[in-house]
């Protein structure tokens, strides 16, 4: 996978990655196919806010601080809401991770991130590997405020946010 691991083996609902310092990782496969649930009070999303997530302005959001702690808990719940695959530049480097899959009601759609958004940093930690984005991830657990650089619609952005 990307110079960081290779598949070691395929199983229903699962593939299991060697690393290359030997170290055996999976990733899961959900095939649930439950229908998304309706908000029922489209006047607060249209205002912004999220079950702790509030949106306050095109780029720039607050989140609770339970809800945050709980995102940072559960991260399998977490990547089960998108896929991520690598983006390369036009030197055939990776540059970030395209992402889909996200849903309307997912947490991401929430923080602003979109159907083929390209995910480059979080907090000034590019995301070129596996390792990489896992370090951006971890760096996410002593954080109170963080940052993505992201490419939307061919045009880069900031999304700003703050734990509160």
């Avoid at 299991?16 to 990733?27: F, S, V």
């Avoid at 949106?55 to 940072?72: Q, R, V």
């Avoid at 907090?123 to 370090?135: F, I």
Wanted: hydrophobic share 30%.
């Amino acid at each position: 996978v990307i110079g960081e691991a290779t598949i070691y083996r395929i199983e229903p609902k699962r593939v299991i990655l060697k690393r290359t310092d030997g170290e055996l990782e999976y990733l899961a496969m959900d095939d649930s196919k439950l229908p998304e649930k309706r908000s029922s009070d489209a006047k607060s999303a249209k205002a912004g806010k999220w079950d702790g997530v509030e949106k306050d302005g095109e780029t720039k959001f607050t989140i609770d601080e339970d809800t945050f702690n709980k995102i940072l808990e559960n991260p399998d719940k977490l990547a089960k809401q998108i896929r991520a695959v690598p983006h390369t530049d036009e030197s055939g480097n990776v540059d970030g991770y395209r992402l889909s899959g996200i849903r309307r009601s997912s947490l991401f759609r929430k923080l602003g991130i979109k159907n083929g958004d390209v995910v480059h940093s979080v907090n000034g930690n590019d995301l070129t590997s596996v390792s990489s984005a896992m370090k951006a991830y971890e760096s996410l657990q002593s954080e109170r405020n963080f940052q993505f650089e992201v490419t939307s619609r061919k045009k880069k952005k900031t999304y700003e946010y703050e734990v509160r």
